[in-house]
């Protein structure tokens, strides 16, 4: 079947369906779906579909959100309105650390969590920690199951480290603070950093992003 065939079929789908459709071919590469933009109306229009921009797999743009700043910025925004949780994550770093906007950082941050990005999460319960919100934030990286394996928290701080790697970060004498104020008892498994038992994982994940700001 030529490619014009190919529209015609397309062309002949309901709107909804072609939106759901898009949706699923975005979530896997934001490339897939340029095509359609060039494409009969009816299937460009399905692109708009807010799916197809709640599900845009924006992994490239998540692992460093600077290009976001060249580079689609307008698709992003698209993204944001759509809930796209990875969309917020890259949201949530440009605000808290590149324009030190904390509020909007977090509000970002956490609507990413409540999407269940595992990037995000990380992040949002490592930014209250830090900030002396340790309550919460135990609740939030409580939601990647740390305490049933550390496999999801890990991989998650890993890709946090990648995302933020260009950007400048700004050591903030709250977080030295709040290190200093929540240290685990003496006989916790003192200086074996990997080592990570529920009286110190947190304290241990801390002093691993206070460390890779300085
Ligand atoms: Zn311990």
Redesign the pocket.
């Known amino acids: 079947m030529n490619s014009q065939n190919n529209y015609s079929l397309l062309e002949s789908l309901p709107q909804d369906l072609l939106g759901d459709i898009l949706s699923r071919v975005g979530s896997s590469s934001v490339e897939d779906i340029r095509p359609c933009l060039l494409v009969p109306k009816n299937i460009s229009a399905a692109v708009e579909d807010h799916r197809v921009f709640q599900n845009l797999n924006l992994r490239p743009q998540a692992m460093n959100p600077l290009v976001t700043f060249f580079r689609t910025r307008h698709c992003l925004q698209k993204c944001i309105n759509g809930d796209n949780p990875a969309a917020h994550y890259i949201e949530g770093i440009k605000q808290y650390f590149i324009f030190d906007n904390m509020n909007l950082g977090l509000f970002h941050l956490k609507k990413s969590a409540q999407g269940k990005y595992d990037n995000g999460t990380y992040l949002y319960g490592m930014l209250l920690l830090c900030n002396g919100n340790i309550a919460q934030g135990q609740i939030i990286l409580r939601s990647l199951d740390w305490e049933e394996s550390k496999l999801r928290a890990d991989r998650a701080w890993r890709e946090v480290k990648r995302s933020m790697r260009f950007v400048f970060l700004i050591m903030k004498d709250v977080y030295r603070a709040t290190l200093r104020n929540n240290r685990?008892p003496h006989i916790?498994?003192r200086n074996d950093i990997n080592?990570?038992?529920p009286?110190?994982f947190h304290y241990k994940q801390m002093r691993k992003f206070i460390g890779f700001i300085m």
Do not use: E, G, L, S
């Open positions: 685990p916790c498994h080592n990570r038992c009286m110190c």
